[in-house]
């Protein structure tokens, strides 16, 4: 089904050749005088995470659209102590940035969901091959010691309560002030908040997600989800859009 959307949406650009359909104008190779685009994929992640996927999409010759549907604030600017634990776990980029804007002392074992989260924070002992909290509890050497989970405050507790973790919120996310999402072959969704986000504007492209979480979030909003990435990174999601428009 997604394929052949995709080939009436193309005939759709050729058409309108003349006018840039998104902020970002047209993108892929000149044939003649008009640019085509193989596709017309809207990014909802926060703009300043959004640059290497833009840039790796526009690359393989699309149109992006970014269009963020959620933003994260800064709970506290308080110190973190780390002291006494042996191993602290990070599910997402901004949680590890913000661990490591507030953390104080010797950071421990670090286990994080994702090789960009692992990154944030100069590396990590740990990344579980499947990346959700289900994954990492079940990579994670046993007993765990003292563990701190510093995520997103409202985050799943499975971790935290299959520890006995503390918790440290943060950041919060908030939804942005967005009226509808323009037409579109996928939308990219990076997190279950922006799936949720995204099924309460009403209906929607088909999507691609960065893992399993995002796709039970999507699919409980009665999105469509025509891809999962299998890695939890820029690399993972590219590769899902990339099969989800060759889908027939």
Known sequence: MLGRGLARSRHALARRSDVPFSPRGWVGARDGNAY???ARIVVTRPRERSVEL????????????VLPLIATEAISDEPIDLAGYDWVIVTSVTGAEEL???????????????????AALGGADLVPRVSTQEGLLAELPQPAGRVLFAG????RRLLVDALGADFAPLYRTVELDVDQVPPADLVVLASPSAARALGRL????????????T???????????????????????VAAVEAALRAP
């Open 215 to 237: 796709t039970r979030a999507a699919r409980d909003c009665g999105l469509t989800v025509a891809g999962e990435a299998e890695t939890h990174s820029v690399d993972g999601l």
């Open 36 to 38: 085509q685009a193989v």
């Open 100 to 118: 490591a804007r507030r953390a104080r002392g010797e950071m421990p074992r670090v286990a994080a969901i994702g090789a960009a989260t692992a």
């Open 202 to 213: 009403g209906p929607a492209p088909p999507v691609v997600s960065i893992g399993p979480q």
């Open 54 to 65: 833009v840039t790796r999409l526009e690359a393989n010759g699309h149109d992006l659209i």
């Open 152 to 155: 997103a405050a409202g985050a």
